[in-house]
T-cell receptor, first 113, second 119 residues
């Protein structure tokens, strides 16, 4: 049973456009929602994370929107660049992130020049 | 920033041999380390959680006799794939949780993974 559902599976965006990736979770005990970026042959790197006490968090071109009632959260990449082309994973955990991470299936983003 | 080093980054070996992968936290102590497996174009699958000085906790379906985990110190955990076969070929990634950082901004720091290819 997949506890974190991620969509779309792949995404092509033109340079300068907005990339949007969505995730939905089922376990209401989750209280930490990170997004990871992974380049081929590398481990995942934390991009940005949010806790359920806020509805939005922004860091540079990356923004997480969080909807607690709908149990959904999304990643927005503004002014997408070719260097953003990577696989993005949403994840969730509980106990303020102290427990194990449950990952979504990932989204392959391609930003065309 | 916190760095997790994994070694080797790529290993190719013959079927039947055992392979050891090391995961080190370079600038912090990690009471807990996690081992993941990732197949091409798929997500990370947690294999086991290892706590320093105690036995690892394996996820359902992961053979503990096949994947031996040792967390001998606060900065080192090893994964040994015993009697490896082609179906064990995969990308193995470790992560480390800083000691005492409950509720921290980054609960886990990931290594860069080890590409294991069994011929």
């Amino acid at each position: 049973q997949q506890q974190v559902k991620q969509s779309p599976q792949s995404l092509i965006v033109q340079k300068g456009g907005i990339s949007i990736i969505n995730c939905a979770y089922e376990n209401t005990a989750f209280d930490y929602f990170p997004w990871y970026q992974q380049f081929p042959g590398k481990g995942p790197a934390l991009l940005i994370a949010i806790r359920p006490d806020v509805s939005e968090k922004k860091e540079g071109r990356f923004t997480i929107s969080f909807n607690k009632s709908a149990k959904q959260f999304s990643l927005h990449i503004m002014d997408s660049q070719p260097g953003d082309s990577a696989t993005y994973f949403c994840a969730a955990s509980w106990d303020s992130g102290y427990s194990t991470l449950t990952f979504g299936k990932g989204t392959m983003l391609l930003v065309s020049p | 920033g916190a760095v997790v080093s994994q070694h080797p980054s790529w290993v190719i070996c013959k079927s039947g041999t055992s392979v050891k992968i090391e995961c080190r936290s370079l600038d912090f102590q990690a009471t807990t380390m996690f081992w993941y497996r990732q197949f091409p174009k798929q997500s990370l699958m947690l294999m086991a959680t290892s706590n320093e000085g105690s036995k690892a906790t394996y996820e359902q379906g992961v053979e503990k006799d096949k994947f031996l985990i040792n967390h001998a110190s606060l900065t080192l955990s090893t994964l040994t794939v015993t009697s490896a076969h082609p179906e064990d070929s995969s990308f193995y990634i470790c992560s480390a949780r800083p000691r005492g950082r409950r509720g921290g901004n980054q609960p886990q720091h990931f290594g860069d993974g080890t590409r294991l290819s069994i011929l």
